[in-house]
């Protein structure tokens, strides 16, 4: 497992951007496939978006395609999640998350063996 750690949260307006970023440790960071999930209050966590260890593949959400961006630099141990034209509706805990690179695809929760403690993303209308 990788250890896990989300930066970038905060408070914004809607139609502006916000750049999440997750740090993780360990030497096996690139053997990962990796995902950002989303937690609204009194919701599920629902996925947003995943990426493929090399980075070349990447799936989104309904709900953010077009509008948020996922990438990764496996030689910073870094995934990112650019978020922009942010909605009210967009406002939740993000988490990123670790799964077996042969999982990529999935966006079940069950999947995805590491998470980080979640940052804080609010818009405001």
């Known amino acids: 497992q990788v250890q896990l750690v989300e930066s970038g949260g905060g408070l914004v307006q809607a139609g502006g951007s916000l750049r999440l970023s997750c740090a993780a440790s360990?030497?096996?960071?690139?053997?990962?496939?990796m995902g950002w999930f989303r937690q609204a209050p009194g919701k599920e966590r629902e996925f947003v978006a995943g990426?493929?260890?090399?980075?070349?593949?990447?799936r989104y959400a309904d709900s953010v395609k077009g509008r948020f961006t996922i990438s990764r630099d496996n030689s910073k141990n870094t995934v990112y999640l650019q978020m922009n034209s942010l909605k009210p509706e967009d406002t939740a805990v993000y988490y990123c998350?670790?799964?077996?690179?042969?999982?990529?695809?999935?966006?079940?929760?069950?999947?995805?063996?590491?998470w980080g403690q979640g940052t804080q993303v609010t818009v405001s209308s």
């Open positions: 990426i493929s260890w090399t980075g070349f593949s990447t």
């Open positions: 998350a670790a799964c077996a690179a042969e999982k990529y695809g999935s966006s079940r929760t069950v999947d995805f063996d590491s």
């Open positions: 360990g030497r096996t960071f690139s053997s990962y496939a």
